[in-house]
């Protein structure tokens, strides 16, 4: 099977698929922060939540309903920070995970990555681990909203935590994408073979 990536190219691929794979698993898990509401565990994505409060007519008490699902619709998001937060972070995703692929397809296509798609392929990925990086940094100003506040003892502010903790794929989030920026931006630029030169 013919392949347009040196062995370099080869570990940046498969690296890359690893980063990526990272990145969006962080993000559509809903364990960014984790708090506590009526006794129960609370966590929150930027656009999931896992238990939420509902008022039980029947016996005029609010109760804790321990499911995950996303918002009923975009502007139901707790804040307006977390709506761009979950749209930077979803197009880094995309961005990453796209040239993940193109990569392990570059291990068995011959001539599909050369040493210019492959500087361009890190510039892409740059830009995917710096959307996700600021995601990652703009979640933090959500931490002021009324869901977040009920959920770590009303005492979160804006990089507050209150009683909250920050859960483990915000960091799987982040890390993919400081690995991908760091170390892949990097690979890819020694990534594809010089292209044959053919003299017609």
Sequence with gaps: MASSLTCTGVIWAFLSFLCAAASCVGFFM?????????????????????????RDESRQTTVMVEQCGRYASFQA????????????????????????????????????????????????????????????????LGWDSEEVRQTCGNLSNQFELGTCEIGWAYYCTGGGAAAAMLICTWLACFSGKKQKQYPY
């Design 30 to 54: 809903p364990y960014w922060l984790l708090g506590s509401q009526l006794e129960k565990s609370v966590s929150f994505g930027t656009f999931r939540r896992c238990s939420y409060p509902v």
């Design 77 to 140: 998001i707790p804040s307006a920070e977390w709506r761009i937060c979950t749209v930077v972070t979803g197009l880094g995703c995309g961005l990453l995970l796209l040239v993940a692929l193109t990569a392990l397809m570059g291990c068995c296509v011959s001539e599909l990555i050369s040493r210019n798609v492959g500087r361009v392929a890190g510039g892409i990925q740059f830009l995917g681990g710096l959307l996700i990086g600021s995601g990652c940094a703009l979640y933090p």
